[in-house]
């Protein structure tokens, strides 16, 4: 009997497990990657695209993917698994119920998102995972939860005019108010922003613009992701990482 119990259990957490390698990630979702435990199928009319080795999503359009036979080995923590750069890693522990939030493509691999000046209402850049906020999504506002306990909610600026492409995000000592409010959101891993006033083609597609001091600057972008990226921008998805720490 002991044996035949062991053998049951065996069974059905093979089972359970081969379910949720096989299920379909959701639209603009992660599909893949090196470390990525799963799922790695997209939804009908959407593929798999690979944006480098650790990272793969499900766009629009793009051409279906077969998943791999086998999954790649899991990281512990979730996420993906660091890679050989120099910069340090986060020491705060992350709070449960928020997350760090990070970019995934070139030229802002793993960089993540905090204030210019750290727990500040001041512009919402990507930096060095040893300064990463933490922040949840609360009634459509992200929130930036600060060390000493205070809170900070990114605002995006409003658009002038229709030429406008890209849309500034900064942080404020008050929640995200008015017109220009929007409402910010979670697809899967991926920080989402729409606003009834403006039709974007793709919610999640983001811009990171350095300024002349060389911050690198958080915009919506209001284009088609990867595609007419302004001068000096990079397109960018950002996304939740609920790792004990932020790591490079």
């Known amino acids: 009997m002991k044996y035949a119990s062991a053998s049951a259990a065996c069974a059905l957490v093979c089972v359970v497990g081969a379910a949720a390698q096989s299920g379909t990630a959701p639209e603009w979702g992660q599909c893949g990657g090196q470390g990525w435990p ?52 986060g020491t705060a522990t992350l709070i449960p119920g928020n997350s760090f939030i990070r970019a995934v493509e070139d030229p802002n691999f793993h960089k993540y998102l905090q204030s210019e000046v750290l727990g500040t209402a001041s512009d919402a850049v990507l930096g060095d995972p040893s300064n990463a906020a933490q922040f949840q999504i609360v009634s459509g506002q992200l929130v930036q939860e600060v060390a000493d306990g205070t809170k900070l909610y990114a605002v995006v600026e409003g658009r002038s005019d229709s030429t406008v492409t890209k849309l500034k995000m900064s942080w404020s000592a008050s929640p995200a108010s008015g017109a220009n409010a929007g409402t910010f959101m979670w697809s899967g891993d991926t920080v989402e ?21 060389g911050n690198l600057d958080v915009y919506i972008n209001l ?19 609920t790792g004990a720490t932020a790591t490079a």
């Open 38 to 89: 799963g799922p790695f199928t997209c939804p009908a009319g959407w593929g798999c695209v690979a944006t480098n080795q650790y990272y793969s999503q499900c766009l629009q359009g793009a051409p279906a993917s077969t998943p791999p036979s086998t999954p790649p080995t899991s990281v512990p923590g979730g996420g993906s698994p660091t890679t050989t750069s120099s910069a340090p890693s």
């Open 193 to 213: 922003w729409s606003i009834p006033t403006i039709q974007r083609p793709q919610l999640n597609a983001w811009l990171v613009c350095p300024d002349t001091d």
């Open 223 to 241: 284009g088609n992701y990867d595609y007419q990226t302004p001068a000096g921008c990079a397109d960018e998805t950002i996304h939740a990482y």
